[in-house]
């Protein structure tokens, strides 16, 4: 290690140099910390160093998603709350006579009241369509019609065939797990060729919006885009 020399046998001229060197020497270190201390911060989520070169002192993995706003707890909407007009009412009245006098009790009134919210039995329904005719005094027959959606002799009706779509399409399930939710859920299994066939039927009548759709995507203005600088 070299000694510093001594500056007051220096001249002027010789001290202005050592001076000028020893500034660029303290700049060519204070760039190459930086340099050093940069690289010590790269890491996977910074740079394209894989993970696993972090070390042990690699950032602490952050979830990309967002802060609900929603306060917590149970949402609005999404509790339970009593209705002012059950569905279903079921009184449980007391005895008629008192266990220790033996009295009547008369009128009973309503002391409490406790709500169960739960699901009806959930069973699919027929409805039958009987076309009925009638014969005029002059000979001629007069028959009703069957409606246009009423094609064959048995046949799922529109919202039967809507459930199947929706949890085919929407909810993704297989063609084959569809039909046995119908079955588990309704008692009304379906083949997947019946859900094919509603999937077909729902597309058709669904064509002009989707169509809609597109053509209001397309007239919408392209906003310009802000490259990023990498």
Same mark, same amino acid.
């Given at each position: 290690? @070299?000694?510093?020399?001594?500056?007051?046998?220096?001249?002027?001229?010789?001290?202005?140099?050592?001076?000028?060197?020893?500034?660029?020497?303290?700049?060519?270190?204070?760039?190459?910390?930086?340099?050093?201390?940069?690289?010590?911060?790269?890491?996977?989520?910074? !740079?394209?160093?894989?993970?696993?070169?972090?070390?042990?002192?690699?950032?602490?993995?952050?979830?990309?998603?967002?802060?609900?706003?929603?306060?917590?707890?149970?949402?609005?909407?999404?509790?339970? !709350?009593?209705? %002012?007009?059950?569905?279903?009412?079921?009184?449980? =009245?007391?005895?008629?006579?008192? +266990?220790?006098?033996?009295? /009547?009790?008369?009128? %009973? /009134?309503?002391?409490?009241?406790?709500?169960?919210? +739960?699901?009806p039995d959930l069973r699919y329904q027929v409805t039958e369509h009987r076309v009925l005719q009638a014969i005029c005094n002059?000979?001629?027959?007069?028959?009703?019609?069957?409606?246009?959606?009423?094609? =064959? *002799?048995?046949?799922?009706?529109?919202?039967?065939? *809507? =459930? *199947?779509?929706?949890?085919?399409?929407?909810?993704?399930?297989?063609?084959?797990?569809?039909?046995?939710?119908?079955? +588990?859920?309704? +008692?009304?299994?379906?083949?997947?060729?019946?859900?094919?066939?509603?999937?077909?039927?729902?597309?058709?009548?669904?064509?002009?919006?989707? =169509?809609?759709?597109?053509?209001?995507?397309?007239? @919408?203005?392209?906003?310009?885009?802000?490259?990023? &600088? &990498?």
């Amino acid at each position: 290690m @070299q000694q510093l020399p001594d500056l007051s046998t220096l001249s002027s001229t010789q001290r202005d140099a050592l001076t000028l060197e020893l500034w660029t020497m303290v700049q060519t270190l204070t760039v190459q910390i930086s340099e050093l201390q940069a690289r010590l911060n790269l890491n996977n989520r910074n !740079s394209s160093k894989p993970p696993s070169s972090d070390g042990p002192n690699k950032p602490q993995p952050q979830s990309l998603r967002k802060a609900a706003q929603r306060p917590v707890g149970g949402q609005k909407g999404h509790t339970l !709350s009593q209705v %002012a007009e059950p569905n279903v009412l079921v009184t449980h =009245a007391p005895p008629e006579h008192c +266990d220790v006098c033996h009295g /009547s009790l008369g009128q %009973a /009134s309503v002391m409490e009241s406790r709500q169960v919210h +739960d699901l009806p039995d959930l069973r699919y329904q027929v409805t039958e369509h009987r076309v009925l005719q009638a014969i005029c005094n002059c000979g001629k027959t007069h028959r009703g019609a069957f409606p246009p959606n009423v094609t =064959a *002799a048995v046949q799922h009706g529109p919202r039967a065939k *809507a =459930a *199947a779509v929706y949890l085919n399409q929407y909810q993704m399930l297989p063609l084959k797990r569809t039909g046995q939710v119908m079955g +588990d859920l309704f +008692d009304m299994p379906m083949s997947e060729a019946t859900i094919l066939s509603a999937n077909a039927e729902a597309a058709q009548l669904l064509a002009p919006t989707v =169509a809609a759709i597109a053509q209001e995507l397309v007239n @919408q203005p392209i906003q310009p885009t802000t490259r990023l &600088r &990498r």
